[in-house]
């Protein structure tokens, strides 16, 4: 499907329309589950969170970054993906050195795996520190 609509503007426009609420819907359920649950700290993952204003439901945002050759090489490791499809994607994205700019947290995991959970637990530690208390938000 990605590769019927990745390069067909209004196929993708329809699929985002037909995606989108239910991805939403998902969050939302997630999110009440985790505030009836008591959690004080959540994580979600949102590709595209920048390019759809998502950042503004959200406290606090992680960018999880690798230099762009390794993006490239572990991105094109996968079943399935070409060089062509992975420029397509990285055309519906801000480039990574704006996303870099416009989060609270960056995870380097050009560094490798360990670096990444030491990087993560860091920022576990800061939104969970004395007199940061942040509720699950809808």
């Known amino acids: ?7 067909d503007a209004a196929a993708m426009k329809r699929l985002e329309a037909i995606v989108h609420p239910l991805v939403r819907a ?3 359920a997630f999110l009440a589950k985790a505030r009836a649950a008591g959690a004080r700290l959540v994580v979600l993952d949102i590709p595209l969170l920048f390019e759809t ?3 503004r439901r959200v406290h606090a945002v992680a960018v999880v970054s690798a230099p762009a050759a390794v993006q490239k090489r572990r991105v094109l490791e996968r079943s ?12 519906k994205q801000l480039p990574d050195s704006l996303k870099r700019t416009r989060a609270h947290f960056l995870i380097d995991t050009g560094r490798g795996f360990d670096s990444a959970r030491h990087q993560v637990r860091g920022i576990v530690r ?5 007199g940061r208390r942040p509720q699950v938000r809808d």
């Open 1 to 7: 499907m990605s590769a019927r609509v990745l390069g």
């Open 26 to 28: 998902q969050e939302m």
């Open 53 to 55: 204003g998502g950042e």
């Open 80 to 91: 399935g993906m070409t060089p062509e499809r992975f420029e397509a994607i990285l055309a």
């Open 126 to 130: 800061a939104l969970s520190g004395p």
